[in-house]
């Protein structure tokens, strides 16, 4: 079935730094890519998604491009802010077969941004 | 994109009872899902709401422990019953289509039990 891997956590930066936070996926067919963003107590937002391959999807001065060939959405962000401290979701939906309608979420990456 | 409004935001409640949680979207949808958060972990599916028939319940997750109703394209309420501190999580709905496109969250529901 479809997975979602993204890279161990949790992430600790000072402010402005450069961020990179990997998604790797696995799935059949060309599904598309979201991230996700929670801010403490609240829900998850839509940050940004790509649908097909060579996308780039960007919101708030993130980015990530859509790599078939990696099989990667990697999330980037050039100078991060103390307010960008939130957990990070990758998540890809299939349209077809038993994951119609459905995400897959990977574990999430905490982001600490320090003054 | 569609406005979702969860009731209640939070609540802490004894063993043994049950809670019921209610999702309202300011637009028709076609899908409507239920996803529980426990602490420190991602979203895991709970079910898909059907508007007129019954829930689609993902494996480990039962209609007895988590009935849901969708009586409209609007509205669908998850019930969390005979509660355990195990069930302390965070649920969450979302709403979406069946294509390509995203889902959108409400701001969840806390629930903790004692």
């Known amino acids: 079935g479809d997975s979602v891997t993204q890279m161990e956590g949790p992430v600790t930066l000072s402010e402005e730094a450069f961020l990179t936070i990997n998604c790797t996926y696995t799935a059949t067919g060309y599904p598309s890519l979201f991230w996700y963003v929670q801010y403490p107590g609240e829900g998850l937002q839509l940050l940004l998604k790509?649908?097909?391959?060579?996308d780039k999807g960007s919101n708030k001065g993130f980015e990530a491009t859509y790599r078939k060939e990696t099989t990667s959405f990697h999330l980037e962000k050039g100078s991060v802010q103390v307010s960008d401290s939130a957990v990070y979701f990758c998540a890809l939906k299939n349209a077809g077969g038993t994951s119609y309608g459905k995400l897959t979420f990977g574990q999430g990456t905490i982001l600490t941004v320090h003054p | 994109s569609a406005v979702i409004s969860q009731k209640p935001s939070r609540d802490i409640c004894q063993r043994g009872t049950s809670l019921t949680i209610q999702c309202q979207v300011d637009s028709q949808v076609t899908m409507m899902f239920w996803y529980r958060q426990q602490p420190g972990q991602s979203l895991t599916l709970i079910a898909t709401a059907n508007q007129g028939s019954e829930a689609t319940y993902e494996s480990g997750f039962v209609i007895d422990k988590f009935p849901i109703s969708r009586p409209n394209l609007t509205f669908s309420t998850l019930t969390v019953s005979n509660m355990s501190p195990e069930d302390s999580s965070i649920y969450l709905c979302?709403?979406?289509?069946?294509?390509?496109?995203?889902?959108?969250f409400g701001d969840g529901t806390r629930l903790s039990i004692l």
């Open positions: 790509a649908t097909k391959a060579d």
């Open positions: 979302s709403v979406g289509d069946s294509g390509l496109g995203p889902q959108h």
